[in-house]
Nanobody, 115 residues
Framework: QVQPVESGGGLVQAGGSLRLSCAAS????????MRWHRQAPGKQRELVAT???????SYADSVKGRFAVSRDNAKNTVYLQMNSLKPEDTAVYYC?????????WGQGTQVTVSS
């Protein structure tokens, strides 16, 4: 079973930064749309950022100007640079790879922002 693997989560103070990585080997990464979602306790999963196979990006309003998504096709890896973190960014962050054939999800990485 192919599954993306997230890393880079942790505990950070408000105003700090983290960079999440998602390694998605075993899929046709270069044609995949890659997404980051997050889910906070008691809340629905939320789409945070998208990067297409042609490097078009889009963001949730709540993270615009603070988060940046990028990809490295040579490494089959997508990144989420998170700056100016706020306590409300606390959530489990999930990587999602969408190919023409299948939709893959990682198991998530916890991000906790303390005030």
């Amino acid at each position: 079973q192919v599954q993306p693997v997230e890393s880079g989560g942790g505990l950070v103070q408000a105003g700090g930064s983290l960079r999440l990585s998602c390694a998605a080997s075993g899929i046709r990464f270069s044609v995949a749309t890659m997404r980051w979602h997050r889910q906070a306790p008691g809340k629905q999963r939320e789409l945070v950022a998208t990067i297409t196979a042609t490097d078009r990006t889009s963001y949730a309003d709540s993270v615009k100007g603070r988060f940046a998504v990028s990809r490295d096709n040579a490494k089959n890896t997508v990144y989420l640079q998170m700056n100016s973190l706020k306590p409300e960014d606390t959530a489990v962050y999930y990587c999602n790879a969408i190919t023409p054939y299948h939709d893959y999800w990682g198991q998530g990485t916890q991000v906790t922002v303390s005030s």
